[in-house]
C-alpha cells in the first residue's frame, strides 16, 4: 500500500483560504487583516510575548522573595548508602568512583538516615549530628574536609 493510492473522504481535504483575490471571494479589500494598524501591514511580525501593548504578564505578577548567593549546595548521602560501599576509607573521590554522588569537588553532607554495620573512616564537608554520633558508636571517624 502507497500514499498515492488512498481515495480521499469527502470532507477530509480543505481548499485553503485565497485571500486578496476580489471582494466576491469574501476575503478581498483588507484580505483577512482587519482595518488599519501594524498587523495589516506588510513585514508586521509580533513576539510571541506581546500582549498588544498591554502591561505584559512578566511585569504584572509581583516578584517575591530573594535568592541568597551565598548558599552552600550539598550533595547529599545518607548512612544506608555508605553501608552498601561494603568500603573501609571513603572519600568524595570514592563516593564519585562508585557513582553515589555526581562531583568529587562539589560540598558532600552525610546524613544519619539508616544504619551501619561496619567501622569506615568517611571524610566529608559536613555531617549531621545523628550520622555522626552513628560512625563513632562503631569505632569510625568522621574527618570535616
Do not use: C
Request: net charge positive.
Amino acid at each position: 500500500m502507497r500514499l498515492d493510492s488512498f481515495k480521499t473522504v469527502l470532507g477530509s481535504t480543505k481548499n485553503r483560504k485565497r485571500i486578496g483575490r476580489g471582494h466576491g471571494s469574501g476575503h478581498g479589500k483588507s484580505a483577512g487583516r482587519g482595518d488599519k494598524g501594524a498587523g495589516q501591514r506588510s513585514g508586521n511580525k509580533t513576539r510571541p510575548w506581546f500582549e498588544g501593548g498591554q502591561m505584559p504578564l512578566a511585569r504584572r505578577l509581583p516578584r517575591r522573595g530573594f535568592t541568597n548567593i551565598f548558599r552552600k549546595e550539598y550533595q547529599i548521602i545518607n548512612l544506608e548508602d555508605l553501608a552498601r560501599l561494603n568500603v573501609d576509607i571513603i572519600t568524595p573521590f570514592v563516593l564519585f568512583d562508585n557513582g553515589v554522588i555526581r562531583s568529587a569537588y562539589k560540598p558532600v553532607k552525610v546524613l544519619g538516615n539508616g544504619k551501619l554495620n561496619t567501622k569506615i573512616d568517611i571524610t566529608a564537608s559536613a555531617f549531621s549530628t545523628s550520622a555522626k554520633v552513628k560512625i563513632e558508636k562503631l569505632g569510625g571517624t568522621a574527618i570535616v574536609q
